[in-house]
């Protein structure tokens, strides 16, 4: 394969092999206009692991995201989701796998509705998904203002913005609101697609300290994709180097500053202050 890099790979943690919960082989989209966003690429995703996924603007980091998410469809390639193949799921057993798979995006203004009151944003997914019975909503499944305050609390929002709008939250909040509305499903694996960047610095770190919480709290996965390093090293136990749709590094997060890395993952570490 062009990568060289192994299709699958098995984490220990704590003596124990981990099953990868998400396995991507050979994935190449081409856009029209002859854009080869992703050419070849394969990696795989350990239950309970936060990948990083690092690349400067135009690598490809957002196309495989929504590969991910079925938001856009592969040419080539295979991506399981706890072996099943959600590039090919269509119907019934699409919607199904999908309810495993969350995303935040950059921009929170656009992600959500902004005629929607918050508590109904929260909880929207939940009323596409009525037979998904959370355990942290176990008792209050049918109470909907009581389970969006539920979630709005695991993130740090109070009952007082039940009732807002978007516009009337900051940028911060309104990423806790699409973090508090991912988490709704309690999803396996959470694809976090630049989620500090539209942010305020001084909020920036809240936020990755949030999120590193809650990825514990529900035992879930992530797909940290960043052009930050600072932020993906924060983050993740692994991290994978893209550069123009190919990923030419993958490593453990404590090996970043080895000099054996990548000539292109050097100048990340380079150029950005840690
Ligand atoms: P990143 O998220 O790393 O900035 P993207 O995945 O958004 O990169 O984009 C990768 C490449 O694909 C870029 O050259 C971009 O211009 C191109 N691209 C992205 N989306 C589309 C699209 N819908 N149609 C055509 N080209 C696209
Ligand atoms: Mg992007």
Not at 5 to 21: E, S
Not at 131 to 147: E, T, Y
Not at 240 to 253: C, E, T, W, Y
Request: charged share 20%.
């Amino acid at each position: 394969m062009g990568t060289g890099l192994p299709v699958t790979t098995r984490i220990a943690k704590g003596g124990t092999l981990l099953t990868p919960l998400l396995e991507i082989n050979r994935l190449s989209k081409c856009y029209p206009g002859r854009v080869n966003a992703l050419v070849d690429v394969s990696f795989s995703l350990a239950e309970g692991e936060c990948l990083g996924l690092v690349g400067e603007s135009g690598s490809g980091k957002s196309t495989l995201a929504k590969l991910i998410l079925r938001l856009e469809t592969p040419d080539q390639g295979e991506i399981l989701l706890d072996g099943a193949p959600l590039h090919a799921l269509r119907g019934r057993a699409l919607k199904n796998a999908r309810k495993h798979v969350q995303v935040i995006f950059q921009d929170p203004t656009a992600s959500l509705n902004p005629r929607l009151p918050i508590w109904k944003t929260v909880i929207e997914p939940l009323e596409n998904y009525p037979d998904v019975s959370p355990s942290f909503l176990s008792g209050i499944r049918h109470a909907k203002r009581q389970m969006a305050a539920v979630l709005l609390d695991k993130v740090g929002l109070g009952p007082d913005v039940l009732d807002r709008v978007p516009a009337q939250l900051s940028g911060g909040q309104r990423q806790r609101v699409a973090i508090a509305r991912s988490l709704s499903l309690q999803p396996k694996l959470l694809v976090c697609d630049e989620p500090t960047s539209s942010l305020d610095v001084s909020v920036q770190a809240q936020i990755l300290n949030l999120l590193k919480g809650l990825k514990n709290d529900f035992n879930m996965s992530y797909l940290f994709i960043s052009h930050d390093i600072a932020a993906v090293h924060f983050m993740s136990d692994r991290i994978a180097v893209l550069k123009k749709g190919r990923l030419v590094d993958v490593f453990a997060s404590g090996q970043l500053f080895e000099t054996r890395r990548h000539p292109y993952t050097r100048q990340f570490t380079n150029c950005q202050p840690m």
